[in-house]
């Protein structure tokens, strides 16, 4: 992983055709690392999770040229790599887990190295079933899903909403879950975690314990298609 943190931090440097043309074949060959461990964690969290174990490096992998069309910055290259497992692959629009490794030196996306469990993109009536389901039954939610996960996970409150919805109480100890419209659980780590011996088992045994999140979540997102 070292080396994949080392061209990472040389193309953020460096982020122009003119560089990565002439560093392609090396590239190439930290991609082909890259590919190795995700292969690596697939078969990982594939132990705990069966609708992983069916996935393949095209379902969960990611293209490092950035589509600048409607961004004001117009550097073409991503500097860093993610791998995202979930059931039916990264355009199914499932709960599942993400791995991030960005350049360090900050925890904020994307330079930081991450680990985050959920999605970002859920249909409005999914989200509705989650505000539902949570504050129904709140206790089973906390106590057999947030408790479930790693102590230094925290919830991704990013994006939002600035007030609790009007049919919710505002002094619910489920409030902040009502005003989410993502539902992620994310953990920063370092270059030290990042470069660790068997990162892959690390990382699963941790996203082993937000298996009850994701769950919870695609049993929203199942039933707002079955709805539609």
């Not at 692959?89 to 994307?110: C, I, L, N, Q």
């Not at 249909?123 to 505000?131: E, G, P, T």
């Not at 937000?210 to 039933?223: E, L």
Request: charged content about 30%; some cysteine; overall charge negative.
């Amino acid at each position: 992983m070292k080396e994949i943190l080392k061209f990472l931090r040389d193309l953020s440097r460096h982020n122009n055709k003119e560089w990565f043309t002439a560093n392609k074949e090396r590239y190439q060959k930290v991609q082909m690392k890259w590919y190795d461990f995700c292969e690596q964690l697939i078969a990982e969290v594939g132990q705990f999770d069966e609708d992983i174990a069916k996935l393949t490096i095209k379902d969960c992998t990611y293209r490092i040229y950035r589509d600048t069309r409607f961004s004001k910055d117009k550097t073409p290259y991503k500097t860093h790599f993610g791998v995202f497992l979930c059931p039916g692959g990264k355009k199914s629009m499932h709960a599942g887990y993400y791995f991030h490794v960005g350049t360090g030196g900050e925890d904020s996306y994307p330079t930081g190295h991450m680990l985050a469990s959920g999605n970002y993109c859920y249909d409005s009536k999914a989200i509705k079933i989650l505000r539902e389901d949570i504050s129904d039954g709140w206790e089973e939610f906390r106590d057999e899903v947030l408790d479930a996960a790693d102590p230094a996970f925290y919830v991704d409150m990013d994006d939002a909403l600035k007030r609790v919805p009007k049919e919710y109480p505002t002094d619910a100890p489920y409030a902040n879950f009502m005003r989410l419209k993502n539902f992620c659980l994310v953990l920063n780590v370092d270059d030290e975690f990042i470069t660790s011996p068997d990162l892959a088992k690390r990382v699963a045994e941790l996203f082993r314990t937000t298996k009850p999140f994701n769950d919870y979540v695609n049993r929203a997102v199942d039933y707002a298609r079955e709805e539609n």
